[in-house]
């Protein structure tokens, strides 16, 4: 089994910065990339990005390209998003999940998932 665990969301103001971790059971961190994907209040879940930890390979959705950036700490089995320049709209519910590829279009998304963490943006 997959165990993934979201954390630190929080709240913040506008233009202001977080970075959430995804924490991978260790068992199963080489096997699996990982995604970030976002849902607010009334939306559909979207994907915001995506990295494949063997090959550095990421991808962004245009919304955050230049203010959000996914790494990962191979050796801590852990996904980081760091988000800058934070605006209203990228408030909601943040879950990372594991993929079975992540390329230019995004991630072929498994039914592993953690639970989220929120994000609140404040003006």
């Known amino acids: 089994e997959v165990r993934l665990v979201e954390s630190g969301g929080g709240l913040v103001q506008i233009g202001e910065s977080l970075r959430l971790s995804c924490a991978v059971s260790?068992?199963?961190?080489?096997?699996?990339?990982i995604g970030w994907f976002r849902q607010a209040p009334g939306t559909e879940r979207e994907e915001v990005s995506c990295?494949?930890?063997?090959?550095?390979?990421?991808y962004y959705t245009d919304s955050v390209k230049g203010r959000f950036t996914v790494s990962s700490d191979n050796a801590k089995n852990t996904v980081y998003l760091q988000m800058d320049s934070l605006k209203v709209e990228d408030m909601a519910v943040y879950y990372c999940?594991?993929?079975?590829?992540?390329?230019?279009?995004?991630?072929?998304?498994?039914?592993?998932w953690g639970k989220g963490t929120l994000v609140a943006v404040s003006s």
């Open positions: 990295i494949n930890h063997r090959d550095g390979r990421t």
């Open positions: 999940a594991a993929s079975v590829g992540c390329s230019g279009s995004g991630s072929d998304v498994t039914d592993y």
């Open positions: 260790r068992s199963s961190f080489d096997d699996y990339d």
